[in-house]
């Protein structure tokens, strides 16, 4: 014998769920065990199903090509999407060439998530094309993964990188189903709108459409285009061309106007207040008793005034107006009254009409005049370089709430606020001003309402089901009018009470998790873990308390103890997900100096 140590076995290590999340962990797991791990990606569509590569390529991103990457910096060479789509996006992203602030399309972000798969099989890594159904405790290894064939996957350690799962129908959506089949009526439930069915719609058919978010732009384009239409242009002015084939769309939400546009190209603008330092301070501070009404809103109001007077008075030092801003009242008469002394050439700051301009309004055709004129005013400043100040406020927003989703991952939120005002009003307000569609969508739209195959249904919308007049919309401006088909343009709540996932309610069955609770006594729908500031963070926690050294989760399914985690990680070392997914990998790698297939056998907690 020469005396030397024999190689140790490589870790073996199973990451559930191949979409973006997953791929994320997988390449830092690469990265940081360098050669030294058995890697298994389980998925049964690989790459992420929001992103499939075969579906309609009308259906656009909400990220910009620069605002996404798989890559965290220390995984070395780490090119972007936009890295990416500038080497291989032109061959497969179709006749318009894409800059980094342009939108891409869901497939041609499937291409990157293909792209970066192939990169960790050959790498090493290995692919199970299947779904996960069950974990349990492992003969040789610490845990065991069922597969749906019955394959077993045996792991050191198992990361749950789930997305969102599928979950049961409510009582109010089967009964609108089986009302729909009764009748002989078309009716697409809740979900994603690339996998609904939507054969029960036909040309003509007049269709009620709940929702005006990004799932209703998804529903306008897979009922247009898709069909055979087209957008044709003439200098500034688009208009359709229509097949012939298109339902003609009514769409009603409680503000009964559709999300806002984003900007043609990002304004540059950044945090005046919320930035960094206010972050670490209110993290250090407060110790989870943050109330967003009283503590965080006025902050947020205050960033966007800040960019509105920005973008209507370019020339106003930012510093200087942030100065004046953070002396004054965050809403009132007294800083009215400053801005129209101090800057009389902006605009009054009228929140309450940006965010529910359709207020105090009864007549149908004077809504949808005023909601053309206001989509077309906000195309208008979309298209503006700079941005005019509305477009300017929801780009300021969506900064104010990365902030706001580092205060809850770190606790410094009280859980009243968390479970009320962000999952209520500030969700929905956020979404509205600052999540919407690309301004190209806002254009189509337009010229689809110009068409007559959009309508507006209007504000405080609602369908009833009528025995003899089958399904039937009516709202604070439309009588009521029956309508061939009802389409629920949203997604269903992301929660683990409700899922149709086998996994996940194995894992809860068996205590291997819980479901996380803000209040004592009061579960919510997300997947306990430890937190974020944590020696240990993402370690999934068990009925008993025990949080596992070898079982991590990131990600959707651990909302809300994750608020807003839905986006895509975007470049740089502060983007949430791809700091969870390297201290994950870390925490693998450290699993090293005490884990050996013969230290592990039998034992699961």
């Not at 242009?233 to 106007?257: I, K, T």
């Not at 009254?337 to 800057?343: E, K, N, S, T, Y």
């Not at 399904?471 to 997604?491: C, G, H, N």
């Not at 308390?545 to 651990?558: C, H, N, R």
């Amino acid at each position: 014998m020469n005396g030397r140590k024999p190689p140790e076995p490589p870790l073996s290590v199973v990451v559930v769920g191949a979409g973006p999340r997953g791929l994320a962990t997988a390449l830092e797991i690469q990265a940081a065990l360098a050669g030294g791990v058995s890697l298994t990606l389980v998925d049964p569509h690989p790459g992420g199903r929001v992103w499939r590569e075969d579906q309609d390529r009308s259906l656009l991103m909400n990220s910009r090509l620069q605002q996404a990457t798989l890559f965290a910096p220390s995984t070395g060479e780490a090119p972007t999407f936009a890295d990416w789509y500038a080497s291989y996006g032109p061959d497969i992203g179709g006749a318009t060439p894409l800059g980094p602030t342009d939108f891409g399309s869901r497939a041609l972000f499937g291409g990157y998530t293909r792209w970066v798969l192939e990169r960790l099989l050959a790498g090493g890594a290995a692919l199970a094309r299947a779904e996960a159904v069950r974990l349990e405790p492992g003969r040789e290894r610490r845990h065991r993964v069922l597969l749906e064939d019955g394959t077993p996957l045996e792991a050191d350690a198992v990361v749950l990188a789930l997305g969102h799962l599928d979950v049961e129908m409510g009582e109010v959506e089967r009964a609108r189903a089986e009302f729909a089949a009764r009748h002989g009526l078309g009716y697409v439930a809740p979900g994603p709108a690339a996998e609904a069915d939507w054969t029960r719609i036909g040309p003509g058919d007049d269709v009620a459409v709940l929702g005006a978010g990004l799932n209703f732009y998804d529903v306008m384009a897979l009922c247009t285009v898709a069909r055979g239409g087209r957008f044709t242009h003439d200098g500034d002015v688009v208009r359709y061309q229509a097949s012939g084939e298109e339902p003609v769309l009514w769409v009603g939400s409680g503000r009964g106007v559709p999300y806002l546009p984003r900007s043609r190209r990002p304004t540059g603008q950044r945090p005046a207040f919320m930035n960094a330092d206010w972050i670490a301070a209110h993290i250090a501070r407060d110790g989870g008793g943050l109330d967003l009404r009283r503590d965080v809103w006025p902050v947020v109001v205050r960033e966007m005034r800040h960019a509105w007077l920005m973008s209507a008075c370019p020339r106003t030092r930012p510093d200087w107006l942030a100065r004046q801003l953070r002396d004054l009242p965050a809403e009132g008469p007294e800083v009215e009254r400053w801005c129209a002394v101090q800057l009389p050439g902006a605009p009054p700051f009228d929140l309450d009409r940006l965010c529910d301009p359709l207020r105090g309004i009864v007549d149908h055709a004077e809504a949808e005049h005023l909601v053309r004129a206001f989509l077309t005013d906000l195309v208008a400043q979309a298209t503006a370089e700079p941005a005019g100040p509305a477009i300017a406020v929801g780009e300021r927003l969506a900064q104010a709430k990365d902030a706001v989703r580092e205060l809850v991952a770190h606790g410094a939120m009280s859980p009243e606020s968390v479970l009320g005002d962000l999952q209520g009003w500030f969700r929905t307000v956020g979404g509205f001003v600052a999540a919407g569609p690309p301004v190209s969508r806002v254009v189509e739209l337009l010229a689809l309402m110009e068409a007559g195959l959009v309508r507006l249904a209007g504000r405080r919308a609602r369908v009833d089901s009528d025995e003899q007049r089958g399904f039937v919309l009516s709202s604070q401006t439309l009588p009521e009018r029956p309508v061939r088909a009802l389409v629920e343009a949203r997604l269903p709540a992301d929660d683990l009470r409700l899922t149709t996932s086998s996994l996940v309610r194995d894992l809860l069955e068996r205590g291997t998790c819980r479901l996380a609770e803000l209040t004592d006594g009061h579960p919510t729908g997300g997947l306990d873990v430890t937190r974020t500031g944590s020696p240990a963070p993402c370690r999934v926690i068990g009925a008993d308390g025990t949080a596992d050294p070898t079982l991590f989760a990131l990600g959707i399914p651990v909302q809300p103890l994750e608020w807003n985690i839905a986006n895509l990680p975007q470049p740089g070392a502060t983007a949430r997900t791809l700091q969870q997914a390297r201290q994950i990998a870390g925490q693998i790698a450290a699993l090293r100096e005490s884990v050996a297939p013969s230290a592990t056998t039998g034992h699961h907690r």
